[in-house]
């Protein structure tokens, strides 16, 4: 069967109300970009998680990194003792950084790892003799970015800036307001809405911060992850943020992972012997050497010019290939950021009806509102390629005014 009684009935999915009317179909193989379901039908994967399965599934590669590693060992306490695929990871991991950031602290999860980068801002706040500083806050509202409610406690509201400038301008004056209460700002280079924020805004976001001792978080859980002509998205030449979050993109999705790197300025001043502790931050089966393993072979992959090159080429086709898109009425906009594109549709559309027509045109994807992300594995063929385009176009062509919420 396609679907399963008891997992209708008592498993939650992601973003899916545990109340539901539709049923999760069962897949029985990945392999590269595919999916097949339990029935046989294959699927092109145009979501890959996400965009954090970069290098699909059932790779050669990371599954030998895995039965190496789990030859040797699956798991390992880190309080006190160390491996190397951690120290090796996390030699790499600074090295996305371009050497700005100096620790790495390991994560079981995004929301951990988020977590923790929030406790270090308020921790080097109060080491800094600023206590009463503790609120963290997100650049763009929360419904903008497609965050629930606890992934910050507020958000900085940017909906009335048209441009860049503007919301420069914006979180200026709005700084000026709150700053006193800040521990830390917290920004995406890359939005739900598929807006990629320039170096320039981030740099001058920085400035704006440290200019009134706010810490920068840049948030690097979303798909950008490889998929720009940077490893991370929002590090660049420019970009100076004092905190740096990544997530499961790192193992390709292979494992749960997520990892908070932290300047040398915040590592020394909230990991100070004079606090009298040991650290604070950490969990049970964090640098599990598995993770590690998988996610040193992934960086392995996406280094170089070609990866570079494979990057530029997928973007490349999902422009030319999903341009025609851009004519219809349901179609607000379509914006393609490095291998990532986004269908901003007029209205959000309903789920029910358009997973049906999903599964006829053989694709895989995972709308959220009005947007449609389009980050397929990057290890995808010119023709699977093709005809995601291809599928993307009959799909959203056939969306019509029932099929919105107006």
């Known amino acids: 069967m396609l679907a399963d009684r008891f ?19 069962k897949v029985a193989r990945a392999d590269g970009a595919t999916l097949t379901l339990a029935d046989g ?14 290098l699909g599934y059932n790779h050669a590669v990371l599954n030998a990194a895995l039965t190496g590693q789990l030859a040797a060992m699956a798991q390992a306490p880190f309080g006190g003792l160390t491996h190397v695929p951690a ?20 994560a079981v999860s995004e929301a951990q ?41 507020e958000s900085m509201p940017l909906s009335d800036a048209v441009d860049e400038s503007s919301a420069l301008a914006h979180v200026d004056t709005w700084l000026d307001h709150h700053a006193d209460t800040l521990a830390a700002v917290q920004a995406a280079p890359l939005g739900i809405d598929g807006h990629r924020r320039s170096p320039r805004f981030l740099a001058e976001l920085a400035r704006l911060c440290h200019a009134r001792d706010v810490l920068l978080i840049d948030d690097e859980t979303g798909p950008g992850l490889a998929r720009t002509d940077t490893p991370l998205a929002g590090v660049g030449d420019t970009m100076a943020p004092d ?24 590592a020394d001043a909230i990991g100070a012997p004079a606090a009298g502790r040991g650290s604070p931050y950490g969990a049970t089966g964090m640098a599990n050497p598995l993770a590690c393993a998988v996610a040193l072979a992934v960086l392995g992959q996406v280094a170089g010019d070609a990866w570079a090159a494979r990057v530029a ?27 990532m594109a986004t269908l901003e549709l007029v209205a959000p559309i309903r789920l029910d009806t358009v997973r049906w027509r999903m599964l006829e045109v ?6 959220r509102g009005r947007f449609i992300h389009v980050t397929p594995p990057l290890v995808i063929d010119d023709a ?10 009959r799909l959203v062509s056939g969306i019509g005014r029932e099929d919105l919420i107006l």
């Open 362 to 367: 053989g694709l895989w994807l995972r709308p």
């Open 113 to 153: 790892a988020m977590q923790a980068a929030q406790a270090m801002a308020r921790d080097w706040q109060r080491a800094c003799g600023r206590s009463h500083r503790s609120t963290c806050v997100r650049v763009g509202s929360a419904e903008a970015e497609g965050l629930s409610a606890e992934a910050m406690t």
């Open 7 to 25: 997992d209708h009935d008592h498993l939650w999915h992601p973003r899916i109300s545990p109340v539901r009317e539709l049923a999760a179909l």
């Open 313 to 339: 080429h997928v973007g490349e086709a999902l422009a030319q290939q999903l341009a025609p898109l851009a004519g219809l009425l349901q179609v607000a906009d379509i914006r393609v950021t490095g291998a």
């Open 41 to 54: 039908r294959r699927l092109i994967d145009g979501d890959a998680l996400g965009g954090a399965a970069i």
């Open 384 to 393: 699977d390629l093709a005809r995601l385009c291809a599928g993307m176009q």
């Open 243 to 266: 905190i740096v979050c990544v997530g499961q993109a790192v193992t390709g999705a292979c494992l749960p992972f997520a990892a908070t790197l932290a300047s040398r300025e915040v």
């Open 87 to 106: 120290i090796e990871l996390g030699q790499e991991l600074l090295a996305l950084t371009q050497e700005r950031m100096a620790a790495v602290l390991y």
